[in-house]
Structures are given as structure tokens and as C-alpha cells.
């Protein structure tokens, strides 16, 4: 049997009916709530910034002054959230030989033709390239970030790399709340996976509907309390 | 000579433009205003400068800011680049005139240069933070101001700069305020050669033309009035003995325009980037009207439940 790549700290299956899997550890699930609630501020600060017909949005945050003061700060706490969820969950968004096959087969996904899928691993193609764009679009994010964060960083920068900055936060923080919109409607299209990422697990029906390879791997790898730590 | 305008009475007076006259309000809209203002301008003739800095001068006194003191590092130039205090700057070079072979020292003075196609107004997020009036002042309204820097980002010619104290963005006002009340400005009011004139921006440039005529007397072939189209044409003009080349004067911009990339930025991405995430919410939710919510069978929860016994059993 192929080494199982993607089960982690804490996964593990509950026999019973239903069948329960422990899809999330609670410090996972603090960590992607920070992050999501980081990701959720700064795209309403950046779009009052963005457009003038959301800058009411900068009320939320105490007006405009505020909004320009407090977002690159949340954009901090945002780099160092999404940097925890990297390192807890980058090995099992590796990309694998089924993925493509799942990629090409996305007409079957959008009409829940789940049968024609091949058997994914913890995570599919799509939540894949959700995984690997975010991680991408945060580093440029943060980046462009530094050189139009004025009060500290103006000095570093020439005004040309500062406009050029700025067009580039702009269309990189549109691409990544577009990818956002994915990942949420994603999460409820898919009913039962929302509560992987409140209470930490899903039903083996879940689990084996969309992640079949992955609840593969951890029963075989045992499912009593070390067993997932043994299959790594 | 251009008629200075003559001092003012004592008596308070009502200013005779306002709100009702603005042409253009950041991040959002006014209505047509129901009359044009004569548009106004500055007119500084670099010929006739002497580097007094009796301008810069004035300015302080008239906005009562005070510049630090500074250190000398070499050159004229005092304090060393704009500042959110310092809105006007004499910048001093010392050009060798290749055809003659003179050291020229040439003297701007540095500031606003009130675009008729304002690039800071273009670029400002903040609603009614930037205003420009029919009569050509752009000016920043400072308690709108968010502290951004995008007006400095849109500006042509680098003129904004953000304070460290209250994080708001300062330049020239060419002296609105003065205006309103049938004053000029107060660097013009100071200057004592008549390098900087005020009034109309029609006479300013017949005014000019006289300079420049006198100029290519001189010998000053390539004498010029400097009103850079590629921004609508400003409301401080000069007047430059090398108008073919604007940028022996600390790097005068030769074509000024707003940059491209500000361009995109406020144009294409604004409307583009709010059009996209709208339509991933749309298709989002018409797909999940169409194909309706991707539901775990009864069968899905009985396999699981085998796999697990079957792993459990086998054991």
C-alpha cells in the first residue's frame, strides 16, 4: 500500500453509526478561524479603499482613517495565521497523479457525478489550487503590501515602485477574494463540510463520498488512538 | 510689468467662491456647477527669480507652519524636498550650457501645479478629500483625508507629502483661501522681482508671451511658457529661457502625464476587480439553484460503516 502522505496529527475514524472522522484538531481549527476572520476584515477595509462606492464599508471600522491604520496590521496577523495553516496542512496539498484526472473531470464535479471521480486524499484538485493560490496571493499580497504601508515603510520604496504596488495589491486582492468565494461556496455546496472546520469532524459517509483515498488510509492505518501516528 | 492686485480692504468679506463651485470631488460626484469661475493661475518666470526664498516664506507665515531646522548639505535648497509643511521649494541646479559653454544657475520653485487633469484626485479613495474648482485650484480638504499617500502615487510631478503628526496629506492650496477674498498668493504677494505673478490664466499667458518675446531678444532661442497639455494644461505655468528642456530645472517633467499604471489602477481594475468577485457570487449561487446542494448519500454512510468493520473485523 502507498505511504499515506496526508493523514495527520489527529485524524482518526470513530466506528459507530454514523461512522465519524476527526477531520480537524481544535488548534487547526482555531488557527483557520483567525485566518478566515483576518481575510474577512481586510477585504472589507480594502475594498472601502478600493472602490468609492464601498468606502461606507470604512465605517465598520471606525471611519477612514482608521480603515488606512489598522488594515496592513490585520494584514500581519493574516501573513502569520495563514504561515500556521501552511505548515500544518502544505504536505497534504502536494499535488498527486489523481488530481489531474479530478481537474480534468470538473464537469462531473460541478453536476455531482462523484462516481466518475477518482479516489482523492484529504484534499481534491480544487481545494488544492484554493490551498496553493492563498499561499501565493498572501506573499504577493504582503509584499506589495510593505511598499505602500507609507507611515513605516515609504522610505524603501521610489514612486514608481509604489504605483506599480499598488496596481498589483489591487488585482491580487481581487483574485483572492474571488479564490475566497470559491472556498466558502465550496464549503457549503458540499453539505457536511462546514462542521469539519467548527466541531473537527465529518461522517464516514463524508469521508468517503469526497476524500475516499484518505479515509482509506487512515482505517487501514488503525484506528485506535496512535494509529494515525504510526501510518505517517 | 503685470499690474500687482491691490491690497485688500480690512473688512471682513464674504468669499466669492465656494462648494457651489467645485468641478471635480474625490471618490465621488457634484452636480454641474450653475457657473465657470475665470480660471486663475500663477506665473513664475525662473528668469527673473533671484533665489530669495522670500516665497517659501510667505507661505510658512501665510499657512503658519514652521519647517524644522535643518542641516546643510551642500547646496541651496532649504529645507531639502517638500514637506507636509514646506509646500513651496526653491530647487537650485547648476547647469553648464552646452552651446555656450556658461554655468547657468537655475532657480525653480517647486510646488502644486494645480492640473486642470488632477492625478491626486484621480488616485484619492476618500470622498471630497481632493476638490478642484472652476477656476482651476485643486485642494485637499483635510478632514476627509484618510491618510492613504494614493494622491501621492497619482501625482505627476511627486507634490504631496504625509504627515507624520496626523497622517493627512499637505501641498499648495495656491492659496484658496486668499483667493476666495480677491487676493493672490502669498508667495506672489512676497515676491520682490515679480517672478511670480497672479491673476487670470489668459493674461498670465499673454503676460508670458511679452517675457518670452523679451527673452528670445535676449538670446534665449528656445525661451517657452511651460503648461503641459499632457495633464490638461496646469494653473502654475512657467516660464523657462530652455523650454525644450524642462528637465535641467531639478527634473521638471518634459511631457507630464498620470501614470499609466494609475490609470489602470483607478480605471480598468476598479470596475473590472468589482465586476469579477460579483460574478463569482452569481455563478456560486446559480449553481447551487441548478445543480442544488451536493448531498452524503444513505449508501455513502453504509459503505463507510463496511470499511471500517471490515478494517475493525479483520483484525
Known sequence: ME???????????????????????????????????????????????????????????????????????IGVVLFFAFLGLFLRFWKANLWKREDGTWMARLRDVLTKHDENLPEVGKYNAGQKMVFWLMSILIIVLISSGFAIWDEYFSQYTTLDQKRIAVLVHSIAAIVIICVWIVHVYAAIWVRGTIRAMTRGWVTGGWAWRHHRKWLRELVTGKNDDSGAKRAR | MYPPLPNPSVQPSAAVYGEQDLIRRSASSVPAPSRQLTEVAKLIDVSKCIGCKACQVACLEWNDMREEVGENRGVYDNPEDLTPAMFTLMRFTEWVN??????????????CMHCADPGCLKACPAPGA??????????????????????????????????????????????????????????????????????????????????????????????????????????????????????????????????????????????????????????????????????????????????????????
Open chain 1, 3 to 73: 505511504k499515506p502522505y496526508d493523514v495527520g496529527p489527529g485524524e482518526r475514524v470513530h466506528p459507530g453509526d454514523p461512522v465519524t472522522v476527526d477531520r480537524y484538531t481544535t488548534a487547526a481549527r482555531i488557527n483557520h478561524w483567525i485566518t478566515a476572520a483576518s481575510l474577512v476584515l481586510l477585504a472589507l477595509s480594502g475594498l472601502s479603499m478600493f472602490h468609492p462606492s464601498l468606502f461606507f464599508l470604512s465605517k465598520l471600522f471606525g471611519g477612514g482613517e482608521n480603515t488606512r491604520a489598522i488594515h496592513p496590521w
Open chain 2, 98 to 111: 552646452p552651446e555656450s559653454n556658461d554655468l547657468e544657475w537655475l532657480i525653480r520653485k517647486d510646488g
Open chain 2, 130 to 315: 481632493i476638490v478642484q474648482y472652476s477656476n482651476g485650484i485643486v485642494d485637499f480638504v483635510h478632514e476627509n483625508c484618510i491618510g492613504c499617500g494614493y494622491c501621492v502615487k497619482g501625482c505627476p510631478f511627486n507634490i504631496p507629502r504625509i504627515s507624520k503628526v496626523d497622517h493627512k496629506a499637505y501641498k499648495c492650496t495656491l492659496c484658496s483661501d486668499r483667493v476666495a477674498v480677491g487676493q493672490g498668493p502669498a508667495c506672489a504677494k512676497a515676491c520682490p522681482t515679480q517672478a511670480i505673478v497672479f491673476g487670470p490664466k489668459e493674461d498670465m499667458k499673454q503676460h508670458a508671451a511679452k517675457r518670452i518675446e523679451d527673452l528670445k531678444s535676449r538670446g534665449f532661442a528656445n525661451a517657452g511658457l511651460y503648461d503641459p497639455p499632457g495633464v490638461g494644461g496646469t494653473h502654475v505655468m512657467y516660464v523657462l529661457h530652455h523650454a525644450d528642456k524642462p528637465e535641467i530645472y531639478a527634473d521638471l517633467p518634459k511631457d507630464p502625464k498620470i501614470s499609466p499604471v494609475v490609470e489602470l489602477w483607478k480605471g480598468l481594475t476598479k470596475y473590472a476587480g468589482l465586476t469579477a468577485i460579483a460574478s463569482f457570487v452569481g455563478i456560486g449561487f446559480l449553481h447551487h439553484v441548478v445543480s442544488g446542494a451536493n448531498r452524503v448519500s444513505d449508501e455513502d454512510e453504509r459503505n463507510a460503516k463496511r470499511l471500517t468493520e471490515d478494517q475493525t473485523g479483520g483484525r
